[in-house]
């Protein structure tokens, strides 16, 4: 079911699984834009991050996106070749303490799967691909982080290479959250080839990035915030050339832009432009970033905004220092969408409970460290799906949970979760293309056991049972005196070993006495 990082954290009733500790000192965040990669080492001095080392690489993956969606050979080799250098600065560093997160060419690249498979290997860590919300939603915790504290509303914008993100928030809370499939990188190649730049040119790119804005403007537009702030590279860049060229104390202007905008168009050409604090590997993007940000101020009524180099990796790391310290925003995403979508609490404890006892007896004690988390998020949403309708509802639970946007989770944390909802009854053979492995497999099958023991939703307890692994698949024993009381208990058990069998999986269910059964 693919692998993701260890767990350490508290979540929804789990608060006896792992005792607590800040398990390190040195902590990484890795970013994979669209634009550029980097790489963020902080050590954690009072639960707060300070910067050790800091590399940023222009990698342009955007750049190597094809038009059939697949990442070009020399952008991947390129991609790679930055990931080693990073693999050999993290050497030393736990796995664990680093978290690397892929953003919007690689949530669109076809063949990213196949990249991502060689990236891991050199950069030693598992590679997240975040949503597009999820990445907004940690752009505007690194940006707040960074700022002074104020009781007014902020709009964050972040313009990367592949994607634009725009935030309200007040406080450290993000209110409204967009993600808009535009970026520095990708407007660059599509409307200045090459680097030309011409009146006409410029304008489709504004008119194109103003469609694009469209959605959000009731949402978005001055007197919804009180304060604009542009975060990362695209801003910083804008911000640096007003500065030096006398057009802002400090941050973006419109007048500024008006400025920018009249100067590449005499220019004719972004390499061409000659202005002081113009780097030479900002200019190939310059006028794809500075299109979009025209737009964004015109659209959404902006005339200053300040800029920060804080954004997404250090999101990254304050979210990390959130899970080390018990305050996962995850585990407040189950809770919000149990109660939005009206779960039984009570047979989620029931189901939770018993599916941990059988993946503590049958799992290794890292797998366990590592998935039990997700299984009592799982056990806590796996009815949610009857909101919708009772038939079918673990088709609906799994549903939600692939579409929804969902706070702190990645890509990869959601279809495991959604994964294990759709399998949880019924036929295995319908999800075999979601699930790899005997671990991955052993997770359903103590998740399909829980559900089936308590469907009587009684608070009776469980029988006395052993869940085992073995080459050729599972067997559970069980008490044989239990097994004769509960004919439908025992009917629904032989169905689920024909279940397995259709799959090419043993799944033994054996009668023994019942002081011959570890006590729950």
């Known amino acids: 079911m693919g692998h993701l990082p260890g767990v350490f954290f508290d979540t929804v009733g789990l608060s006896d699984l792992f005792p607590f500790k800040m398990p390190h000192s040195i902590i990484a965040a890795v970013d994979l834009g669209s634009n550029s990669f980097r790489l963020q080492v902080s050590r954690v001095i009072q639960g707060q991050p300070y910067t050790l080392d800091s590399i940023k690489e222009t990698v342009r993956l955007a750049a190597g996106l094809q038009p059939d969606k697949t990442l070009s050979e020399t952008s991947q080799h390129r991609a790679l070749a930055c990931l080693k250098r990073f693999g050999e600065r993290l050497r030393g560093v736990p796995p664990e303490a680093v978290r690397a997160v892929g953003t919007n060419t690689l949530r669109v690249a076809k063949n990213a799967s196949r990249f991502l498979e060689q990236a891991e290997a050199l ?54 959250m967009e993600s808009l499939y535009m970026g520095c990188v990708s407007y660059s190649t599509r409307f200045f080839p090459e680097g030309k730049v011409t009146a006409k040119l410029f304008r489709a790119a504004e008119l194109a990035a103003a469609t694009e804005l469209q959605v959000l403007i009731r949402k978005f537009r001055a007197g919804h915030w009180d304060q604009a702030v542009g975060s990362s590279g695209t801003a910083r860049a804008l911000a640096e050339l007003l500065e030096q060229n006398g057009f802002a104390g400090q941050g973006i202007t419109a007048a500024g832009l008006d400025f920018l905008r009249t100067r590449l168009i005499e220019a004719g050409d972004s390499r061409q432009l000659n202005l002081p604090g113009l780097r030479p590997d900002r ?6 970033g500075m299109a979009i940000m025209y737009s964004v101020f015109h659209e959404l009524g902006i005339r200053e905004m300040q800029t920060t180099d804080s954004g997404l990796r250090e999101g990254v790391l304050y979210e990390m220092l959130g899970r080390f310290e018990h305050k996962d925003i995850r585990a407040a995403t189950v809770r919000a969408f149990a109660q939005r979508y009206e779960a039984d609490l009570r047979q989620s404890r029931r189901v939770e409970g018993l599916c941990l006892t059988l993946f503590r007896q049958a799992a ?33 639970s799994a549903y939600i949970i692939d579409n929804a946007d969902m706070p702190g989770f990645s890509k990869p944390e959601q279809a495991m979760i959604g994964a294990l909802l759709q399998s949880q009854r019924g036929r295995l053979t319908k999800v075999a293309n979601r699930i790899t492995g005997r671990d991955g497999w052993l997770m359903v ?73 570890p006590r729950r």
Not at 283 to 288: H, K, N
Not at 373 to 394: D, F, V
Request: hydrophobic share 45%; net charge positive; charged share 15%.
């Open 283 to 288: 200019a190939p993007v310059l006028p794809g």
């Open 364 to 396: 290794s004690p890292d797998n366990y460290k590592q998935y039990a988390t997700y299984m009592a998020w799982a056990a806590t949403l796996h009815e949610i799906g009857m909101s919708i309708a009772h038939g079918g509802y673990h088709k609906h």
């Open 445 to 517: 099958l103590c998740l399909r056991l829980a559900v089936l023991f308590h469907r009587d939703r009684s608070d009776i307890a469980a029988p006395r049972v052993r869940l085992a692994l073995h080459r050729h698949g599972f067997t559970l024993d069980i008490g044989t005196a239990w097994l004769s009381k509960n004919t439908l208990t025992q009917a629904n058990l032989e169905s689920e070993v024909r279940y397995w069998q259709a799959l090419g999986l043993s799944f033994q269910v054996r009668a023994v006495p019942v002081a011959k059964l």
């Open 123 to 176: 950069l030693g860590v598992p590679i997240e691909i975040i949503a597009g919300h999820e990445e907004a939603r940690l752009i505007f915790t690194g940006v707040v982080h960074s700022l002074p504290r104020t009781s007014g509303r902020r709009l964050v914008v972040d313009i990367g290479g592949g994607s634009t993100e725009l935030i309200i928030g007040r406080g450290l809370n993000p209110q409204f």
